[in-house]
């Protein structure tokens, strides 16, 4: 914008090169730019609005605003990387899926997450165990039949095994299947070494849990419950679980994340719903604000760590065993608006607010 300082006859070109080697990168160019991939008919009427200073053709002024929104959207992502914005931080979703999932399953509150809260997201394909964790607990056992060591070491070594590999009495997996090998793997993969760094006492890459929010659903929540536990993540998502039973277990230690940034959703239909409950008040999360009636209320004090929903699963939900469990975020369950087919939980903003902790949409009603 502007116009650049004029040269009289005689001076044009000399002076021209020296204010060019002078000042560096800022140039003063009084031609017009050949127009790339337009036809030389709009080519000339564009040439002549600019001379004259008329309004662009439609088309074009689309291109420029989109060209726009690109530049702007990338300088946000500048700042967020380096602190100087008021958005989240750098910062990488993770989801870990249910049994038998694949994150196809889930592309609906990941596609939310990225588009509200404009952060990477990632669903990461990963060896679940093969089977529900209420065989996990059966298998456990009940601290009244069984020694309470027992039952806790088992679900212990059941998390590590899944998520570093290993060996436990009920499922093996080699290291290089594990959760975190993958999850290095694939943001070595995608060029994401934002999200990577280097272990100092082994000095190999791992991935940097700092910088990301850790989330699971059903059988993943639990894997992602006991990551917590074991490393400082950014945030970590409990969704319908953890679902782990009976006795003394992890949840009842001191996390390594801090418990303020755990936040976690469940169905208060759902048939484990009681113990999902106990265990996030056991990891130290107030009491449940139900969805909708307190959540807006809640959420205007920024006291919403767990939600509790009602809403009814989709209608295409009718196969599902347990279809509100699923409903919390498994695309096909998923309760949807009947207007615009689209989420009900990505529309109200609930997911965004339980993933990052921030409200990202304002209910416009309820100011």
């Not at 592309?107 to 997450?113: C, D, R």
């Not at 679902?243 to 277990?249: D, E, P, S, T, V």
């Not at 936040?263 to 990891?283: M, P, T, V, Y």
Request: glycine content about 8%; aromatic content about 8%.
């Amino acid at each position: 914008e502007g116009e650049g300082p004029s040269a009289s006859e005689g001076e044009g070109e000399e002076e021209e090169e020296d204010r060019a080697e002078n000042e560096g990168d800022v140039r003063v160019i009084n031609q017009v730019p050949a127009f790339v991939g337009v036809s030389p008919l709009l080519a000339e009427e564009l040439e002549e609005r600019i001379r004259t200073g008329g309004p662009l053709p439609a088309p074009v002024a689309d291109m420029i605003s989109t060209e726009v929104r690109a530049v702007g959207k990338h300088a946000e992502l500048k700042d967020r990387r380096s602190g100087d914005a008021d958005t989240l931080p750098n910062v990488l979703f993770v989801l870990l899926g249910g049994t038998g999932s694949t994150p196809n399953a889930y592309t609906e509150i990941l596609i939310s997450i990225n588009t509200e809260t404009d952060i990477d997201v990632l669903g990461l394909s990963y060896v679940w165990a093969p089977f529900a964790v209420s065989k996990l607990n059966e298998a456990c056992g009940d601290p009244t039949f069984s020694d309470g060591d027992f039952v806790e070491q088992c679900h212990d070594h059941h998390h590590m095994t899944i998520l570093h590999g290993g060996n436990s009495s009920l499922f093996s997996l080699p290291r290089e299947y594990s959760v975190i090998s993958r999850l290095t793997e694939a943001l070595q993969l995608l060029g994401w070494s934002d999200f990577l760094t280097t272990d100092p006492n082994s000095g190999q890459v791992i991935p940097f849990f700092k910088k990301i929010i850790l989330g699971g659903h059903s059988q993943g929540t639990g894997h992602a419950t006991y990551a917590a536990f074991l490393n400082e993540y950014y945030r970590a998502v409990l969704i319908s679980g953890p679902q782990n039973c009976c006795g003394k277990l992890f949840v009842d230690r001191e996390f390594k994340t801090p418990v303020s940034n755990i936040s976690a959703l469940f169905h208060a239909q759902e048939d484990l719903n009681g113990i999902i409950s106990d265990n996030l008040l056991r990891i130290g999360l107030r009491k449940p604000s139900d969805w909708p009636d307190d959540f807006n209320e809640d959420l205007k004090n920024f006291d919403t760590a767990v939600v509790s929903t009602s809403e009814d699963p989709d209608d295409a939900c009718t196969q599902a065993q347990r279809p509100e469990h699923a409903s919390t975020a498994a695309n096909v369950c998923t309760p949807k608006d009947n207007s615009t087919n689209r989420p009900v939980y990505d529309e109200e903003g609930l997911w965004p607010w339980v993933v990052t902790g921030r409200v990202v949409i304002q209910n416009t009603d309820d100011s």
